[in-house]
């Protein structure tokens, strides 16, 4: 099958055209997707018409479909199949008393994906399905191998061979996950610990692994010089020259590979509806190769 790309942001971003994703790809056009993937991170499929089916099948080029995290299984869905175990919804609509899905309409700060788990989802697919009417709902995403590579070498040295807690406790909105309660020391979190430069084990190349800035702890060091040296390395990480920001258009699906890549949402009107399906890949330890 032929398709072109365009690429996005200097930082970030492909957009692939004249591919329709209901269509089964063959080996030669998943093999370009997956370069495309290496290259771009983000991929960005405008005008698709997808069903659930659809999407887990396209994304399992990429990887092994994993399961929605328990609270955020999708319920329900117009045109897909519900209680689909591979999806989750995404979205702050409201039926017969209960939320269709998860994470609401406020902000979603910048995070990785389910990074407060030993193995950590590779990747996600996002698709829009009902957009807001009035704007808003914008997914900017940061490409953590520029993060890395611009690091001054002195910070550079700091965090080479430390570890980091990713937060379990939150999501990504702020809400508190079912189960868990607050802590009073940073130290006590629950989440995973992961080194905080991850070599992607594809390309070979090295990111900066950081998860949430909130409740995060650098392993080892007392509170105080965490606190300060996680200050410093996210302010250096989150420049506008690193990022691609992505404004949703119905029909748009958005694969993007958390190994490399944090993301963000920005928060759009309560009275508006927006539903989105995600799927999401199993991942593996991280590790950094040195």
Not at 7 to 33: C, F, H, K, M, Y
Not at 121 to 144: C, Q, R, V, W
Not at 255 to 270: A, I, P
Request: aromatic letters at 8%; a negative charge; proline letters at 6%.
């Amino acid at each position: 099958m032929s398709f072109e790309v365009k690429a996005g942001s200097p930082a970030l971003g492909g957009e692939i055209r004249n591919l329709d994703l209901r269509q089964p790809l063959d080996d030669a056009t998943v093999a370009r997707l997956r370069d495309a993937w290496s290259a771009y991170l983000v991929l960005v499929f405008r005008d698709q018409r997808l069903t659930d089916q659809d999407l887990i099948r396209f994304s399992s080029h990429f990887g092994v479909c994993d399961r929605a995290p328990t609270n955020e299984a999708s319920l329900k869905g117009p045109g897909h199949v519900p209680s689909l175990p591979k999806v989750t919804a995404i979205s702050n609509v409201v039926e017969d008393g209960e939320l269709i899905g998860a994470l609401g309409n406020d902000e979603l700060v910048w995070h990785t994906d389910m990074s407060n788990l030993d193995e950590p989802s590779n990747a996600s697919a996002l698709y829009a399905i009902e957009l807001p009417k009035h704007g808003g709902g914008d997914t900017s995403f940061l490409n953590m191998y520029t993060a890395y590579e611009t690091l001054p070498p002195s910070l550079e040295a700091r965090i080479k061979d430390r570890h980091a807690i990713h937060d379990a406790i939150y999501t990504s909105a702020g809400t508190r996950r079912k189960g868990l309660d607050e802590i009073d020391d940073v130290r006590d979190n629950p989440g995973a610990r992961h080194p905080m430069l991850r070599t992607h084990p594809v390309t070979g190349r090295t990111a900066l692994f950081l998860g949430r800035r909130a409740n995060s702890y650098i392993v080892g060091l007392p509170v105080e010089e965490s606190e300060a040296l996680l200050n410093e390395v996210w302010a250096h990480t989150i420049q506008d020259e690193f990022v691609y920001t992505h404004r949703w258009l119905p029909g748009d699906l958005v694969l993007w590979d958390n190994r490399c890549v944090m993301h963000r949402r920005g928060s759009f009107d309560s009275k508006d509806r927006r539903i989105m399906h995600r799927t999401q890949l199993k991942g593996e330890v991280p590790y950094y190769a040195g």
